[in-house]
């Protein structure tokens, strides 16, 4: 998951734009040089105020306080809306510079604070930072909204618009300004001054919703950990997670004596595979499903049905029959329609494949002796002890083989060397905002520097769930500013003294975040708001999951997969295990995750006045049509329950996590492409960078893929891989 603390003040603007249909007369097309123009433009004060005088702009941690967010932020919006004004009440005739460029410079204080108060907010947060964003969050949605629904602002883009094939724009000039004109008229630029006010009022409401949303969840995922007192209630996990779950009670204050499984944000909970006591495993699915549903300050239903009310009102307001269809209109896929066509080509194999594989745990429950049949809590448990027969593969042998850093500096690291020519350097003198942090300077092939990349694996209390990457600084071909790009993830932290060993999934989970971090650092525009991943969200997560395939790709596994003791590489044996159970257990991996998208999809596909009131009605009745399909969603329950989605809730995602399935149709392409063309090379590694990687969205996205490939994307090379054809 990509995860968005702010998009740069310019890409804003123009994602998101509503003016009054009362507009001013359109002034002319600038012919001449106007007069200088000079109006007065409040400045800042504090450690924003200017750019950091840190390498690459990087934030200095070691300065930051966090009294300073909420001024910075105040004052950051104060700026930027003067700018704007200043734009639109221009007095000279628009042209490309004194309008569209004006704006990509526009708001770069707030630029500055947001991305890293958005940062700690997601990754480093406590109690005042939550009140903080609480407090921030309406009124910078006031702030995009008073710049969107400026009619003087329409229409100067508006002239350029129409203007458009006379002015001689370079193609990333009309690329920036039909953007701009299409998502403003998108976003109601022809609404009346009530609507707009209506408009307004929802773009608040749901703003301080979201965010209260994921403040709630974080910490019901954090209340919600199983807490055990008796160490016998751990059978099966390894001295090093019990060893971790003791330091986790211990940090939060417990007995001695008490462990403590803190939970990932996902239906399903890693440890789980490995718990050898039902009771326990049962507990854990049970905590895990129930998180956010326990009818205390974090039960998150009641956000959840006023958000989909408001976006439903939202998406009528702009012209729009669902929010589904709102949010779609500007992706890669075009429609609901379409996305929801790619997911349910695959439910009848899906169902097929969950009967089998159900059957299959049942048999083995039954050999064992066992009265019951599968359920979701015992799902990965007897599924993981069926790999190991089948396969002969436990994943506690694969561990050893996967040090944290030497995953990420001699396999991550390494394949963005052999495909792009990248290499890097870790410093030391970079301060960071959390001990966990690590820093890299990336260089390029020419080696020149090319971005400043942070580290932050490891789970914390106060860390939202999931994966993400994001920026602290935008490439920016105006200001010449160099991408200072971050990935977070949340694996589980070895105790003292124990080696930092990471899972086959956690691995593939660096791949896939650094993919999204080369997106960032590879971009080459001139604009900011279609530089880097401002991109579609059935866009922006096709570099992240091709990223994933190089994992396994000879060289590079053979270059990381290594002992952390002795040195060894992973057996060849290994290896192929790994390999033959690639398409292990797919029902359930694919199928909790194509759930989820439908689930998403159906959230956002009701009109005004149609959202229930029971969310967990709605939730069962949506599985119940999916079972229908063929789905075992009893079984195989999805990815995320509708009360802790936070990809759709809080995440930016909303009517979009159908976007990893599309991507990863993408992926499975773009792969099938390059072992077509002679595999991981640097001529290939050098061609997708150069048609995908860099591009931003400074093209249409077919047309890239196209650029890249040849041809449209097909579903094949994905059914394959998949092992479902």
Same mark, same amino acid.
């Given at each position: 998951?990509?995860?968005?603390?702010?998009?740069?003040?310019?890409?804003?603007?123009?994602?998101?734009?509503?003016?009054?249909?009362?507009?001013?007369?359109?002034?002319?097309?600038?012919?001449?040089?106007?007069?200088?123009?000079?109006?007065?433009?409040?400045?800042?004060?504090?450690?924003?105020?200017?750019?950091?005088?840190?390498?690459?702009?990087?934030?200095?941690?070691?300065?930051?306080?966090?009294?300073?967010?909420?001024?910075?932020?105040?004052?950051?919006?104060?700026?930027? #809306?003067?700018?704007? @004004?200043?734009?639109?009440? !221009?007095?000279?005739?628009?042209?490309?510079?004194?309008?569209?460029?004006?704006?990509?410079?526009?708001?770069?204080?707030?630029?500055?604070?947001?991305?890293?108060?958005?940062?700690?907010?997601?990754? %480093?947060? %406590?109690?005042? #930072?939550?009140?903080?964003?609480?407090?921030?969050?309406?009124?910078?949605?006031?702030?995009?909204?008073?710049?969107?629904? %400026?009619?003087?602002?329409?229409?100067?883009?508006?002239?350029?618009?129409?203007?458009?094939?006379? &002015?001689?724009?370079?193609?990333?000039?009309?690329?920036?300004?039909?953007?701009?004109?299409?998502?403003?008229?998108?976003?109601?630029?022809? &609404?009346?001054?009530?609507?707009?006010?209506?408009?307004?009022?929802? %773009?608040?409401?749901?703003?301080?919703?979201q965010t209260d949303f994921g403040q709630k969840l974080t910490k019901g995922t954090k209340d919600g950990a199983l807490m055990v007192t008796d160490r016998k209630a751990l059978a099966g996990l390894s001295d090093a997670d019990i060893a971790a779950a003791e330091k986790t009670a211990a940090d939060r204050g417990l007995a001695k004596g008490s462990f403590v499984l803190s939970m990932q944000n996902t239906t399903q909970q890693p440890l789980a595979a490995s718990l050898t006591n039902r009771a326990t495993r049962q507990a854990l699915f049970e905590k895990s499903w129930n998180r956010s549903e326990r009818g205390d300050a974090n039960d998150t239903r009641g956000l959840i049905t006023k958000i989909a009310a408001l976006r439903a009102e939202k998406a009528k307001l702009l012209g729009f029959d669902s929010f589904a269809a709102y949010a779609l209109s500007d992706q890669m896929a075009k429609t609901p329609e379409r996305a929801i066509g790619l997911l349910e080509g695959f439910l009848p194999a899906l169902g097929a494949a969950q009967k089998k594989d159900a059957a299959d745990l049942n048999a083995l429950i039954k050999k064992q002796g066992g009265k019951f049949t599968v359920t979701p809590g015992d799902w990965d448990y007897y599924a993981e002890q069926l790999r190991k027969q089948r396969y002969a593969l436990d994943q506690n042998e694969v561990k050893p083989y996967l040090e944290i850093t030497n995953v990420l500096e001699n396999g991550v690291f390494y394949a963005a060397n052999q495909l792009y020519g990248l290499t890097f350097k870790k410093r030391t003198d970079i301060p960071v905002y959390h001990p966990d942090v690590t820093v890299y300077t990336v260089y390029d092939q020419d080696g020149s520097e090319l971005a400043l990349f942070y580290f932050d694996p490891w789970k914390r209390d106060n860390k939202s769930g999931g994966a993400w990457m994001s920026n602290f600084v935008d490439q920016n071909g105006l200001t010449g500013t160099k991408p200072v790009v971050f990935n977070v993830e949340n694996f589980t932290k070895p105790a003292a003294g124990q080696p930092a060993l990471i899972t086959w999934d956690d691995a593939n989970t660096m791949f896939h975040e650094f993919g999204h971090a080369l997106h960032g650092m590879l971009s080459n525009q001139r604009y900011p708001s279609i530089s880097g991943t401002n991109t579609a969200r059935d866009f922006v997560e096709?570099?992240?999951?091709?990223?994933?395939?190089?994992?396994?790709?000879?060289?590079?596994?053979? !270059?990381?997969?290594?002992?952390?003791?002795?040195?060894?590489?992973?057996?060849?044996? &290994?290896?192929?295990?790994?390999?033959?159970?690639?398409?292990?257990?797919?029902?359930?991996? #694919?199928?909790?995750?194509?759930?989820?998208?439908?689930?998403?999809?159906?959230?956002?596909?009701?009109?005004?006045?149609?959202?229930?009131?029971?969310? !967990?009605?709605?939730?069962?009745?949506?599985?119940?049509?999916?079972?229908?399909?063929?789905?075992?969603?009893?079984?195989?329950?999805?990815?995320?329950?509708?009360?802790?989605?936070?990809?759709?809730?809080?995440?930016?995602?909303?009517?979009?996590?159908?976007?990893?399935?599309?991507?990863?149709? &993408? @992926?499975?392409?773009?792969?099938?492409?390059?072992?077509?063309?002679?595999?991981?090379?640097?001529?290939?590694?050098?061609?997708?960078?150069?048609?995908?990687?860099?591009?931003g969205h400074s093209q249409d996205y077919s047309v890239m893929y196209r650029n890249f490939a040849g041809r449209d994307p097909s579903v094949e090379p994905m059914l394959k891989a998949r092992g479902l054809k």
């Open positions: 998951m990509r995860k968005l603390s702010l998009v740069s003040m310019s890409a804003l603007v123009l994602a998101g734009c509503a003016a009054s249909s009362a507009e001013p007369a359109p002034a002319p097309v600038a012919t001449a040089t106007p007069a200088p123009y000079a109006p007065a433009i409040p400045k800042g004060t504090g450690i924003f105020a200017e750019p950091s005088t840190l390498p690459f702009q990087a934030p200095d941690f070691s300065k930051i306080k966090e009294s300073d967010y909420e001024p910075a932020i105040e004052q950051g919006i104060t700026i930027w #809306l003067a700018e704007i @004004d200043a734009i639109a009440n !221009n007095p000279a005739a628009p042209t490309f510079d004194n309008t569209m460029v004006a704006m990509e410079n526009s708001g770069q204080m707030l630029t500055r604070v947001y991305y890293v108060f958005g940062a700690l907010t997601s990754a %480093n947060t %406590n109690d005042n #930072l939550d009140a903080i964003d609480s407090r921030m969050s309406p009124k910078l949605a006031a702030a995009r909204d008073a710049i969107t629904l %400026n009619p003087k602002l329409f229409a100067r883009i508006k002239t350029l618009y129409d203007a458009r094939d006379t &002015l001689g724009l370079a193609p990333d000039q009309m690329q920036v300004l039909t953007l701009a004109y299409e998502n403003m008229v998108r976003n109601g630029a022809n &609404l009346s001054d009530a609507d707009k006010a209506r408009l307004t009022d929802i %773009n608040g409401q749901l703003s301080t919703l096709f570099p992240s999951q091709f990223m994933e395939n190089f994992m396994t790709e000879p060289k590079v596994l053979a !270059n990381f997969a290594k002992h952390y003791k002795t040195g060894a590489p992973m057996p060849a044996e &290994l290896i192929a295990k790994i390999e033959k159970a690639n398409t292990f257990n797919q029902g359930y991996a #694919l199928g909790e995750v194509m759930t989820a998208a439908l689930l998403d999809l159906k959230w956002h596909s009701m009109g005004p006045g149609m959202t229930p009131s029971d969310v !967990n009605a709605f939730e069962q009745s949506t599985m119940a049509s999916l079972d229908a399909k063929g789905l075992q969603t009893s079984l195989v329950p999805s990815r995320y329950r509708t009360s802790y989605f936070r990809h759709i809730w809080g995440g930016g995602y909303a009517a979009g996590y159908y976007a990893y399935s599309w991507t990863e149709m &993408l @992926d499975h392409d773009a792969y099938a492409w390059f072992k077509e063309n002679g595999g991981m090379t640097r001529k290939n590694g050098q061609h997708i960078r150069d048609t995908i990687l860099s591009k």
